[in-house]
T-cell receptor
Framework: EAQVTQNPRYLITVTGKKLTVTCSQN?????MSWYRQDPGLGLRQIYY???????DKGDVPEGYKVSRKEKRNFPLILESPSPNQTSLYFC?????????????FGPGTRLTVT | DQQVKQNSPSLSVQEGRISILNCDYT??????FLWYKKYPAEGPTFLIS?????DKNEDGRFTVFLNKSAKHLSLHIVPSQPGDSAVYFC?????????????FGKGTLLTVNP
């Protein structure tokens, strides 16, 4: 089954404790992206990657890092989480090329930073 | 500066009637528009899209209308079904769909009452 998977689905952590949220897709997509969803703010892009070893900032990259060493994986790293990073996070992927801009989203990771 | 606006946080309709969800945008560079549907505890899923060279696109019960001069698009669902109850996000991109950055609205919660 074609899908985007994220782990963990739920995470409660404390301020300053480094964490990684993993994202993996099995559709051989070149493009992957991370979003956060906050009440009243919709979905905002954090980082995206056009292909392996190619990453770029989205609208709200502060406090986050990403890496793209393999095509299928795009982990989101919070080196020193803060309470304002409490949010619902989504990973997405899509193939490059073509006209349609449909992105496939993972199920989400709910992060709470205390 | 919110470039994609969904001014109605919620909408309630009766089963069998028409649901109309609205979206306005300010960036004249946007030329591709999408609607995503999101159920609780799931990631957004692509619903329907339209390019700026069209003013209407249909897919079954779902029709999207684009009014470029007004920078306005709408999603019509006819007939509405209880399973359509979800949050609907409007999204837009520039660059003919080859630009992979999506800008999302805040979403509209649709409730379809049996």
């Amino acid at each position: 089954e074609a899908q985007v998977t994220q782990n963990p689905r739920y995470l409660i952590t404390v301020t300053g404790k480094k964490l990684t949220v993993t994202c993996s897709q099995n559709m051989n997509h070149e493009y992957m992206s991370w979003y956060r969803q906050d009440p009243g703010l919709g979905l905002r892009q954090i980082y995206y990657s056009m292909n392996v070893e190619v990453t770029d900032k989205g609208d709200v990259p502060e406090g986050y890092k990403v890496s793209r060493k393999e095509k299928r994986n795009f982990p989101l790293i919070l080196e020193s989480p803060s309470p304002n990073q409490t949010s619902l996070y989504f990973c997405a992927s899509r193939p490059t090329g073509g006209y349609r801009d449909e992105q496939y989203f993972g199920p989400g990771t709910r992060l709470t930073v205390t | 500066d919110q470039q994609v606006k969904q001014n109605s946080p919620s909408l309630s309709v009766q089963e069998g009637r028409i649901s109309i969800l609205n979206c306005d945008y300010t960036n004249s560079m946007f030329d591709y528009f999408l609607w995503y549907k999101k159920y609780p505890a799931e990631g957004p899923t692509f619903l329907i899209s339209i390019s700026s060279i069209k003013d209407k696109n249909e897919d079954g019960r779902f029709t999207v209308f684009l009014n470029k001069s007004a920078k306005h698009l709408s999603l019509h669902i006819v007939p509405s079904q209880p399973g359509d109850s979800a949050v609907y996000f409007c999204a837009a991109s520039a660059g003919g769909g080859s630009n992979y950055k999506l800008t999302f609205g805040k979403g509209t919660l649709l409730t379809v009452n049996p």
